[in-house]
């Protein structure tokens, strides 16, 4: 019985702190840092508990801040947020392109492993997108890379793309809007930025980097695993995902 109320004491303080969550979010443009910073990071230094995120990863001490979390999007679905622990304010902050800066982008890859637990069953590489938005198209002044899986009209436009995007910049039309487009070839993004990719491969982008939109989108292409790079200054590309994962349950 005792530990019946245990669990149900665990379970009610895990709500309440997703309702602070959610409200907190509808406050302030810094409520994703304060809520991984202050609740997350705290919980997990305290007792080894993520709560309200899923989870903390923590490298060096607490102090140095340096690592990420997970927190599920307050909009529900198949939708992740991976933000880093340390300020950082967005796409266009400098940390990101210092030597030995976190790969954040990488890091988001390896947690699409959540949107399988919430639809139930293993979504396929090209199923799954990550996007960064621009500083006019957010509501949060903590970068965040959303984790979701693509809408399926997106996902037929850039297979029928692929092979004419290459490993340098190219424009290209998906999802009604126009993007230069990057081939990235690999399982994964360990060693290969997409922040520094947009900086220094695109002309000019790193004068206005906070302008810009990233989607990496997971491809199988026809000589194996890889990805492809979205760059865009129009919409958020946030908008070319689809929380629902309809593609997946196809």
């Known amino acids: 019985m005792r530990a019946k109320s245990l669990t149900l004491c665990t379970a009610s303080i895990a709500a309440a702190a997703a309702v602070f969550a959610i409200q907190a979010l509808d406050a302030n443009r810094n409520a994703l840092r304060q809520i991984v910073q202050d609740q997350c990071l705290a919980h997990w230094v305290q007792r080894r508990e993520p709560a309200p995120c899923e989870r ?31 300020s950082i304010a967005g796409i266009e902050s400098p940390e990101l392109l210092k030597p030995g800066a976190p790969n954040y982008f990488a890091a988001a ?18 199923a799954v997108g ?43 039309e998906i999802g009604g809007s126009g993007y230069n487009a990057l081939r990235i070839e690999g399982k994964d993004l360990n060693g290969t930025n997409p922040f520094e990719l947009l900086a220094k491969r695109l002309p000019r982008a790193n004068h206005v980097m906070g ?40």
Request: glycine share 10%; with cysteine; net charge neutral.
């Open 56 to 86: 903390v990863y923590l490298v060096g001490s607490p102090q140095e801040r340096e690592g990420y979390a997970l927190l599920a999007d307050r909009k529900g679905g198949a939708h992740f947020l991976l933000i880093p622990i340390r």
């Open 109 to 126: 890859w390896q947690a699409r492993d959540r949107l399988a637990t919430v639809v139930g069953h293993s979504v396929p590489r090209n």
């Open 130 to 172: 990550l996007a960064v938005n621009p500083m006019h198209a957010r509501s949060q002044d903590q970068l965040h890379i959303h984790i979701e899986c693509l809408r399926p009209d997106v996902i037929a436009q850039l297979q029928a793309a692929a092979g004419r995007i290459a490993s340098t910049w190219s424009p290209v």
């Open 211 to 250: 302008d810009y939109t990233l989607v990496v989108a997971g491809m199988q292409f026809e000589n194996g695993p890889g990805f492809i790079l979205l760059a865009g200054s129009g919409r958020a590309g946030e908008l070319l995902l689809d929380s629902t994962c309809a593609i997946a349950g196809a």
